[in-house]
């Protein structure tokens, strides 16, 4: 399994960013973006199923939307981005051949002005 992830850098309080994480070499299961802050543990974001059922953390409702398309890409289209967006985010996907979660390398995501 390869995943390749992009999209992450510096954007301004309020701005947008899009994530993108390419998966390969599996057929995959449920799909989702975490995310880790300095000090602080890994959280999930975002996840979404096969079928496109999706969830989110409760403190990215409503600015954050995740998707998927046919070729095994999860997007993570984040608007109203506030400082404590501010994270290394990294993209899970569940194997269902495997049934083993693959991580990737992890993106950085900086809010600041």
């Known amino acids: 399994v390869q995943l390749q992830a992009s999209g992450g850098g510096l954007v301004q309080p309020g701005g947008s960013l899009r994530l993108s994480c390419a998966a390969s070499g599996s057929i995959f299961s449920d799909m989702g973006w975490y995310r880790q802050a300095p000090g602080k543990q890994r959280e999930l974001v975002a996840s979404?199923?096969?079928?496109?059922?999706t969830n989110y953390a409760d403190s990215v409702k409503g600015r954050f939307a995740i998707s998927r398309d046919a070729k095994n890409t999860v997007y993570l289209q984040m608007n109203s981005l506030k400082p404590e967006d501010t994270a290394v985010y990294y993209c899970?996907?569940?194997?269902?051949?495997?049934?083993?979660?693959?991580w990737g390398r992890g993106t950085q995501v900086t809010v600041s002005s």
């Open positions: 899970n996907v569940v194997s269902i051949i495997a049934q083993v979660a693959y």
């Open positions: 979404i199923t096969r079928g496109g059922y």
